[in-house]
């Protein structure tokens, strides 16, 4: 199992231009979560699904959009990039009665 | 509503002294407890959780977490740090059943040679 997987690893954007954050995990979870991490902050949720064709707002879900077409994949799309969105983003999944949060190795946006 | 705080954001101990990383939880109803690492450019793995079975709970790399429902306390300790271990700690609760996970601020351990 390759777990979750997020891609790309890095990017830079300019402000105003949009892209999307790949995440797909291949253990058949039924939830999966979007946080971004800033220094001192902790993670805060951004957006997270249920399940397939289910997504609902966290705390933090302004300038975001995200999309459930399929159980493996959750892409975030950021439609236009402003310096706050300078961030390290994380996807993360969970088994259906289960506890615990498997997380992605991350994606660093720097946004200027 | 759930929530977890870490006292300390930063936390230095010398190689081979004890480490210990508080965290202290509000819940209504007995919750799920964990505690995280995040190693450098890394996401966050799990160190070990608390299910509501025994109150003290090993993780992995030596580490350990006593549940303290008087205290609502989640403390992280190990015995003897080692260099491997400077990373920064998440503590976080949840209620199960697919509620959403709290995470704390994080707690970034220094360890001097």
């Known amino acids: 199992n390759a777990g979750v997987t997020q891609t790309p690893k890095f990017r830079i954007l300019k402000i105003g231009q949009s892209m999307t954050l790949q995440c797909a995990q291949d253990m058949n979870h039924n939830y999966m979560y979007w946080y971004r991490q800033d220094p001192g902050m902790g993670l805060k949720l951004i957006y997270y699904?249920?399940?397939?064709?289910?997504?609902d707002k966290g705390e933090v879900p302004n300038g975001y959009n995200v999309s459930r077409s399929t159980t493996e994949d959750f892409p975030l799309r950021l439609e236009l990039a402003a310096p706050s969105q300078t961030s390290v983003y994380f996807c993360?999944?969970?088994?259906?009665?289960?506890?615990?949060?498997?997380f992605g190795p991350g994606t660093r946006l720097l946004v200027l | 509503a759930q929530s977890v705080t870490q006292l300390g954001s930063h936390v230095s101990v010398s190689e081979g002294a004890l480490v210990l990383l508080r965290c202290n939880y509000s819940?209504?109803?007995?919750?799920?407890l964990f505690w995280y690492v995040q190693y450098p450019n890394q996401g966050l793995q799990l160190l070990l959780k608390?299910?509501?079975?025994?109150?003290l709970v090993k993780g992995i790399n030596g580490f350990e977490a006593e549940f303290k429902k008087s205290e609502t306390s989640f403390h992280l300790t190990k015995p003897s740090a080692h260099m491997s271990d400077a990373a920064e700690y998440f503590c976080a609760v949840t209620l199960g059943g697919g509620d959403k996970i709290i995470f704390g601020k994080g707690t970034r351990l220094h360890i001097l040679p």
């Open positions: 608390y299910t509501s079975a025994a109150t």
């Open positions: 993360a999944s969970q088994g259906l009665y289960q506890e615990t949060q498997y």
């Open positions: 819940s209504s109803v007995p919750p799920y």
């Open positions: 699904s249920v399940g397939a064709g289910i997504t």
